[in-house]
């Protein structure tokens, strides 16, 4: 365990997108996975509701937060304390409570033009109970994205290679209009993590 973290630790420090987020006052690397992909399909525009669950430590939500300016909000979410990002309401608690769910949906206000969802379970390091509980996650942040998001809205969230992706694939076509499949650059090359992008949620 200590080698490998040692060896996570080097990796993280000589990442280049590590020090371009530092340089460019992000909290995360993550901040580029979505800049990367906001690019290619245009998810962010300003005035619109957008809601980010596992949102901590709040690099997608920053990005969010700029790209909405003038006239959008930002609802971020996640289990761990996120510090304040202007232009964002933070929310913290289980994304399975129906209290917080319900404190989302007053918070955005409306129903949501995009959802995002970088969330990752806290790992064990056995296969088999990580992939299950991370298609639990998707699952969860699934059903939040059909009850919350308006008619032709967008819903990016993150999906490990497993067992249950091609089962959660399926879920998301029959759950939207049309499913994309994304991995952008700022992804490194040995995660198993994909970014499905849907868009147009069918009546449930």
Known sequence: MAKQRSAWLRRHVAD??????QDAGYR???????????RRDRLL???????DLGAAPGGWAQVAA???R?????????????APIPGVTVLRGDLSDPALREAVAAALAGPADLVLCDLSPNL???ASAD???????????????????????????????GEAYAGLLD???????????RKPGASRSESRETYVLARGPRPT
Do not use: N, W
Not at 73 to 80: E, G, I, N, P, S
Not at 135 to 149: D, P, R, S, W
């Open 45 to 51: 525009r300003p005035g619109m509701r957008v809601l």
């Open 28 to 38: 995360s690397r993550a901040a580029f996975k979505l800049l990367e992909i906001d």
């Open 131 to 161: 992939q299950a509980r991370a298609a639990t996650l998707v699952e969860t942040a699934l059903a939040i994205a059909q009850a919350l998001l308006r008619p032709g809205g967008a819903f990016l969230c993150k999906i490990f290679h």
């Open 124 to 126: 064990t390091g056995i």
């Open 16 to 21: 280049p997108y590590v020090r371009r987020a």
């Open 171 to 181: 879920a998301f076509k029959a759950a939207f209009e049309t499913v994309q499949v």
């Open 66 to 68: 700029a790209r909405v």
């Open 70 to 82: 003038p006239g959008g909000h930002v609802v971020a979410v996640d289990l761990l304390q996120i």
